[in-house]
């Protein structure tokens, strides 16, 4: 597509309860990133994916967040037994070799 | 971890007056970056710099690469309305002009211009 899609834009969820994001990168786009922006502050690195393994997946923050992706393309985050604490927006971006991040507009997570 | 100290957090001007906010980084980074922030958006790329002591201008904005490699500013002139938006900093360790790689944010300015 013409710029990175991420679906839900908005998710309410009650603690405890699993929830995933989805992530459509640009088109030819190799690599694909997560990162998570909590109110007010910058941007936290998540995962990055290259083609559909993840050489770095250093940010994650716990065994409750997971990341894949299949066929060079869509990305799920998966956060399992949501805490209000993983309330944030989820940022997904993806990048051509040379070409610089493009950024999608983000699903924002609200835990209840 | 590395991390980016990112000044000031906000700023209030009137509209015509230069900005300027700056980043230090506790180590160095090989690409320095960045982004503008509107509501409900993703950051969007305004600058990228990829060579220390790099001066770069896009229209009213310019930025640099420190000598040192461990800290950029930007500085915008003659702001006017639409500036603003919250701006952030970005540092990439690895080198060699590539795109690859996770970012390093630092926490944003809150920029509001008055009219």
């Known amino acids: 597509g013409a710029g990175v899609s991420q679906s839900p834009s908005n998710k309410v969820t009650e603690k405890g309860k699993d929830v995933e994001l989805r992530c459509d990168p640009i088109?030819?786009?190799?690599?694909l990133y997560w990162y998570r922006q909590s109110l007010g502050q910058g941007l936290e690195f998540l995962i990055y994916?290259?083609?559909?393994?993840?050489?770095?997946k250093s940010g994650l923050p716990s065994d409750r967040f997971s990341a894949e992706r299949t066929g060079g393309s869509v990305s799920t985050l998966t956060i399992q037994r949501t805490q209000q604490e993983d309330s944030a927006v989820y940022l997904c971006?993806?990048?051509?070799?040379?070409?610089?991040?493009?950024f999608g507009s983000g699903t924002r997570l609200t835990v209840v | 971890g590395q991390q980016l100290n990112q000044s000031p957090q906000s700023m209030f001007i009137q509209e015509g007056e230069d900005v300027s906010m700056n980043c230090t980084s506790s180590?160095?980074?090989?690409?320095w970056l960045w982004y503008k922030q509107d509501p409900g958006e993703g950051p969007v790329l305004l600058i990228a710099?990829?060579?220390?002591?790099e001066l770069t201008s896009n229209g009213r904005l310019t930025a640099q690469f420190g000598i040192t490699r461990k800290d950029s500013f930007l500085n915008i002139s003659a702001s006017i309305p639409s500036d603003v938006g919250i701006y952030f900093c970005?540092?990439?360790?690895?080198?060699?002009?590539?795109?690859?790689?996770?970012?390093?944010f630092g926490q944003g300015t809150i920029l509001t211009v008055h009219p």
């Open positions: 971006a993806s990048s051509s070799y040379a070409g610089g991040y493009t």
């Open positions: 088109s030819g786009h190799t690599a």
């Open positions: 994916f290259q083609g559909n393994s993840a050489p770095d």
């Open positions: 180590s160095i980074f090989n690409t």
């Open positions: 710099l990829y060579k220390a002591g």
């Open positions: 970005a540092g990439r360790a690895n080198a060699g002009g590539t795109s690859y790689g996770k970012l390093t």
